[in-house]
């Protein structure tokens, strides 16, 4: 994960600690600048990831529907705080769906960004070193990994995503699912994620979302994931 994404929220923090909704705890590392949100920049352009991603996807999801979930975000965080200084502790707890919609739509979508790259420069392929034997290790090879994700992908009723992620205490991986933009906490550390919202692929696949999953994997950066492994 990256330093920017590791960074320590207190602001946030305090927030969900009033609102005690353990779900959202993981949202106290993003990107803020002087307490707010802010939308990261792209490794690349918009362009970059085609043909598998179009431009105008990835223009509209990280423009449009990413600045949504950073605006949510700060606005939520903002009517918590002034519901804090009322004491009107009913009304700060009533605003931590919110807080967690917005704050792990903020989260999710970061962490996406970083997961692709250009099929001509890191992206594709398949992962190397320890990830590559872990992956072997707990799917049994990769393109069964493979396989598993994407029929995981195709199980998700409605909005949700899909991620690679490793248990904190065994260090083994799994595939998990979580629905709308609910991060991942708790045992697990979140490695790969793939958004199955329709607003990821629409535009470009319509209704052939298994189409979708195929082509993402031409654009995975294993680099990055191997970090978040490490």
Partial sequence: ?????????????????????????????????????????????????????SSKIMELHHKKHHQTYVTGLNTALENIAKAEEKGDFTKAASIAPLLN????????????????????????????????????????????????????????????WAWLVKDKESDTLSIVTRANQDPVTGAFVPLLGIDAWEHAYYLQYENRKAEYFDAIWNIINWKTVAKRYD
């Fill in 1 to 53: 994960m990256s330093s920017t994404l590791l960074r320590t929220v207190p602001a946030l923090r305090g927030a969900l600690r009033a609102s005690a909704v353990k779900p959202a705890a993981a949202l106290a590392s993003t990107s803020f600048v002087r307490g707010k949100a802010t939308l990261p920049d792209l490794p690349y352009d918009y362009n970059a990831l085609e043909p598998y991603i």
């Fill in 101 to 160: 919609f917005h704050g792990g739509g903020h989260v999710n979508h970061s962490l996406f960004w970083e997961n692709l790259a250009p099929a001509s420069r890191e992206g594709g392929g398949e992962p190397k070193g320890d990830l590559k034997q872990a992956i072997e290790d707990d799917f049994g090879s990769f393109e069964d990994f493979r396989k598993q994700m994407n029929t995981t992908l195709a199980g998700i009723q409605g909005s949700g």
